[in-house]
């Protein structure tokens, strides 16, 4: 007890709550610049609402996403009757309550991606700009490989060979997300090693080689934490990719299938009664354009607020 009482008393050096202050200072400023950049706040709060939607959709709607309900008769049920507040879709299951459902889909499979896509990317990134030379070349080289594979292509390409080969119409969710994040990592291993190149020249650096650090310890320690923000607006950038993504594998038949919501999936069945039912892909439509442009203005929110240049 007062062995801990002595060393709460004893004072911290005045270079550590100096690094302190100004870590609070620089995170106070970070957040002023993105709270300046309306539409950026926008957008996060758009997410915010849209991620919430996502996990109380049990609890904001009483409809079962694969219901039908009893007064279909063939037809979409129109917006406002029958409790269906902006409709149903061509066999009669609640709109608003599968968008909801369906933005679990898009944002779990987006950010499951970029996960993966960001620690991958990151890896191979560090490596490359830490050590340069021929591992940087073997790595580069490596990275122009996987960017000259168009990634839609061959998820279709996959997809028709587990089709033929077993009695899955597609690839399951593990894989598309697999996949694209094994065709994604690459801009973010050339924005991390191009940040690597220049931060293991700084004298924050050299300083930690000079008193024996090792390679491990200076990379996690001392260049990754100041390649973060970089990284954060590549991967937020990159959500928006995949949710689009996504949307086009399932409006094209080969991503989520059926009966699970999927806002691209809503999209293509809601072609048949596009003419007399045109709310049944204006909606969809408009959760994807919405949710993109929202992780897009946050994205570019993020960079203004991390660029140190910007006042």
């Known amino acids: 007890m007062a062995q801990s009482f002595i060393t709460e008393a004893i004072p911290r050096p005045p270079h550590d709550l100096a690094h302190e202050?100004?870590?609070?200072?620089?995170?106070?400023?970070?957040?002023?610049k993105f709270k300046r950049h309306r539409l950026a706040l926008t957008g996060a709060t758009v997410l915010i609402l849209l991620t919430l939607g996502a996990v109380f959709a049990p609890w904001l709607s009483h409809f079962d996403p694969n219901a039908i309900d009893a007064h279909w008769t063939g037809s979409p049920l129109a917006?406002?009757?029958?409790?269906?507040?902006?409709?149903?879709d061509e066999i009669g299951r609640d709109l608003y309550t599968?968008?909801?459902f369906g933005a679990r889909i898009s944002l779990t499979l987006a950010v499951s991606a970029v996960i993966i896509e960001v620690l991958l990317g990151t890896f191979m990134g560090a490596v490359a700009g830490?050590?340069?030379?021929?591992?940087?070349?073997?790595?580069m080289r490596v990275t122009d490989t996987f960017l000259s594979i168009p990634l839609l292509p061959l998820l279709l390409v996959l997809t028709g060979i587990v089709a033929a080969n077993t009695s899955k119409a597609s690839l399951n969710f593990a894989s598309i997300v697999l996949i694209i994040a094994a065709l994604s990592?690459?801009?973010?291993?050339?924005?991390?090693?191009?940040?690597?190149?220049?931060?293991?020249?700084k004298e924050f650096a050299e300083a930690a080689r000079?008193?024996?650090?090792?390679?491990?310890?200076?990379?996690?320690?001392?260049l990754l934490p100041n390649a973060v923000g970089p990284i954060t607006v590549q991967a937020t950038l990159d959500v928006g990719n995949?949710?689009?993504?996504?949307?086009?594998?399932?409006?094209?038949?080969?991503?989520?299938?059926?009966p699970t919501a999927s806002w691209g999936?809503?999209?293509?069945?809601?072609?048949?009664?596009?003419?007399?039912?045109p709310w049944a892909a204006i909606y969809p439509g408009l959760a994807i354009l919405i949710t993109v442009l929202a992780v897009n203005y946050m994205g570019d929110g993020l960079r203004d607020a991390l660029d140190p240049n910007i006042q």
């Open 21 to 32: 202050d100004e870590f609070v200072q620089e995170r106070h400023q970070t957040w002023r």
């Open 79 to 88: 917006p406002g009757q029958f409790g269906h507040w902006i409709g149903t």
């Open 265 to 277: 999936s809503m999209l293509a069945n809601a072609q048949e009664n596009i003419s007399i039912a």
């Open 98 to 100: 599968r968008i909801l």
């Open 242 to 258: 995949v949710i689009l993504l996504e949307s086009a594998l399932s409006y094209l038949g080969f991503g989520i299938q059926p």
């Open 210 to 222: 000079a008193i024996g650090s090792g390679d491990a310890r200076i990379v996690l320690r001392h």
């Open 130 to 139: 830490y050590y340069g030379g021929i591992v940087d070349s073997l790595l």
């Open 185 to 201: 990592w690459m801009f973010v291993a050339r924005l991390v090693r191009g940040a690597f190149l220049s931060l293991r020249e």
